[in-house]
T-cell receptor, first 112, second 114 residues
Framework: QQQVKQSPQSLIVQKGGISIINCAYE??????FPWYQQFPGKGPALLIA?????SEKKEGRFTISFNKSAKQFSLHIMDSQPGDSATYFC???????????FGDGTTLTVKP | DTGVSQDPRHKITKRGQNVTFRCDPI?????LYWYRQTLGQGPEFLTY????????KSRLLSDRFSAERPKGSFSTLEIQRTEQGDSAMYLC????????????FGSGTQLSVL
């Protein structure tokens, strides 16, 4: 059972454009929704995270939008740069419950 | 920088052999997690520890897999009688306190079973 579905699988954006990655979850008990960035040969690194008591969180060029009723959340990367080219994973978890459930990832390529 | 350290980075083994991986978490973190990642997939939860106690183990985890965290410090993940399907990146992560927030991942151990 895949509890977190991520789309698209891959994304190509021009430099300066906006990258948008979407995730949908099923378990309404989830209360923590992070996004991770992974470069080849490295482990995932936390980028930004949100809890369901807010609808949006912004950190620099990265914004999470959260829609609790639709059980969806998305990552927006503004002014995308070639250095943003990586694989992005959404995840969901229940605070203090231990495990996180990850989406299958989106490979982002930002063309110069 | 005292990030999460994993050893070895790469392991090639023959089918049927046993392998052991080590993870050294960030020192002040009391939770340690093991995940497995295959190409094109997100990390899949295997097990986690709070201090030295193993609190959860994935139902998907075969009994050929065992993990330990003696004294609540480093952890080892052992795979007995490896199979080709075990080939994957094994990721270790740690977090602070009793929260599963802000996982800090190591660079992983890439296992290839021939």
């Amino acid at each position: 059972q895949q509890q977190v579905k991520q789309s698209p699988q891959s994304l190509i954006v021009q430099k300066g454009g906006i990258s948008i990655i979407n995730c949908a979850y099923e378990n309404t008990a989830f209360d923590y929704f992070p996004w991770y960035q992974q470069f080849p040969g490295k482990g995932p690194a936390l980028l930004i995270a949100i809890r369901p008591d807010v609808s949006e969180k912004k950190e620099g060029r990265f914004t999470i939008s959260f829609n609790k009723s639709a059980k969806q959340f998305s990552l927006h990367i503004m002014d995308s740069q070639p250095g943003d080219s990586a694989t992005y994973f959404c995840a969901a978890s229940i605070t203090n419950a231990g495990k996180s459930t990850f989406g299958d990832g989106t490979t982002l390529t930002v063309k110069p | 920088d005292t990030g999460v350290s994993q050893d070895p980075r790469h392991k090639i083994t023959k089918r049927g052999q046993n392998v052991t991986f080590r993870c050294d978490p960030i020192s002040e973190h009391n939770r340690l997690y093991w995940y497995r990642q295959t190409l094109g997939q997100g990390p899949e939860f295997l097990t986690y520890f709070q201090n030295e106690a193993q609190l959860e183990k994935s139902r998907l985890l075969s009994d050929r897999f065992s993990a330990e965290r003696p004294k609540g410090s480093f952890s080892t993940l052992e795979i007995q009688r490896t199979e080709q399907g075990d080939s994957a990146m094994y990721l270790c992560a740690s977090s602070f306190w009793g929260s599963n927030e802000k996982l800090f991942f190591g660079s992983g151990t890439q296992l290839s079973v021939l």
